[in-house]
């Protein structure tokens, strides 16, 4: 009896651990983009009485600690709750990579070997534009250039600014394709600005490209204040415009941009203490990369009595100001009708 109960003791931790090896990420494949951080842990459970001296290959060729591509490998060990069990992990990492990091990457332990296919590809984001003509849709695109044959079908992720887009009724991200596409359903100005793609969930490793909707300036919203000769001008684009104003051809250089965000502008032209010389026609004009936006325009007039807006189209709005002149005609005109109905 006694020498059955050292057997079995004896036998325990032969039971208990059959050795493991694997590489995380899990998968046959790894797919990164150029830039992306790569990291892969060998991960080796074992019994301590055993050897887990292992190494890095890529493509058969064995990596160095010391070695020329810009990998680093790092080697950690803790014990494991149930005694004799070690887990041994073996870290191979390198900040940046490219497409010459692409390749078939094993971990060898003893007689043991697990491997994984690292895909890098290289992405080239494609920009849009919202033109004057009306369109169902616009995509944006993360292109991936010379796909390789063993490339899977990958899972892209669309990001406008902290929001994750999903599909809805304004997103389409369609899923069976190599590039990543995101289709915006009836564009609008407010949808202009910048987009972002990335690879799988978003994490630390992964690097964003920025792609970007455009679309060539406009003005939205112009009033003047005739009284205090102010003017504000809003503009919208993208990428922003800035607006320049002119008076009759000259321009100005005193204008204040009063608010802005990613597609818009807004700025102020004041005037204080008008003199004759001040009044003409006063310009807001707004530029972006994409050319010229359409200008919009007001007139004062030296009669301080009108003041005429001129718009894009060429239509002109005259606003009159009815001052003590025009009420004392009106005046004169209605005594001349009361004394024509009493005279007759």
Avoid at 65 to 92: C, E, F, M, P, W
Avoid at 187 to 203: A, I, Q, S, V
Avoid at 260 to 280: A, C, F, P, V
Wanted: charged share 25%; proline share 3%; with cysteine.
């Amino acid at each position: 009896m006694w020498m059955v109960k050292i057997i079995l003791v004896c036998l325990i931790p032969e039971l208990n651990w059959a050795a493991k090896l694997w590489i995380e990420p899990k998968g046959e494949d790894l797919v990164l983009v150029e830039g992306d951080k790569l990291r892969l842990d060998c991960k080796h459970e074992y019994n301590q009485h055993e050897s887990s001296e292992g190494m890095f290959k890529k493509d058969g060729k064995i990596i160095s600690v010391a070695n020329a591509n810009g990998y680093s490998i790092s080697l950690q060990k803790v014990r494991l709750n149930s005694g004799d069990g070690i887990s041994s992990t073996i870290t191979l990492s390198k900040d940046y990579v490219t497409v010459s990091d692409s390749g078939n990457f094993t971990c060898d332990i003893q007689t043991k070997s697990v491997i994984i296919s690292v895909i890098i590809i290289k992405v080239v984001p494609e920009d849009a534009e919202i033109t004057n003509k009306s369109s169902m849709y616009v995509e944006l695109s993360c292109g991936v250039q010379n796909p390789p044959e063993n490339l899977p079908f990958i899972q892209w992720t669309w990001l406008r600014g902290n929001q994750l887009l999903q599909n809805n009724e304004k997103y389409s991200i369609p899923t069976q394709s190599y590039d990543g596409i995101l289709r915006i359903k009836n564009p609008n100005r407010t949808d202009l600005g910048k987009y972002e793609c990335l690879l799988g969930e978003e994490d630390e490793i992964a690097t964003r490209k920025s792609t970007h909707l455009k679309g060539k300036p406009s003005i939205v919203h112009l009033t003047c204040d005739y009284n205090a000769l102010k003017c504000i001008c809003e503009a919208t684009g993208y990428p922003r415009p800035t607006i320049k104003w002119d008076e009759d051809g000259n321009e100005f250089t005193t204008s204040e941009i009063i608010d802005e965000s990613e597609i818009s502008i807004t700025s102020e032209l004041r005037i204080e203490n008008k003199k004759t010389s001040d009044y003409g026609t006063y310009t807001c004009a707004a530029h972006s990369d994409l050319g010229e936006g359409v200008k919009d325009s007001y007139k004062f007039d030296g009669s301080e009595s009108t003041l005429s807006q001129a718009v894009s189209s060429g239509v002109s709005c005259t606003h009159a100001i009815w001052n003590k002149r025009l009420l004392f005609i009106l005046l004169i005109v209605k005594t001349v009708c009361i004394y024509d109905v009493i005279c007759s």
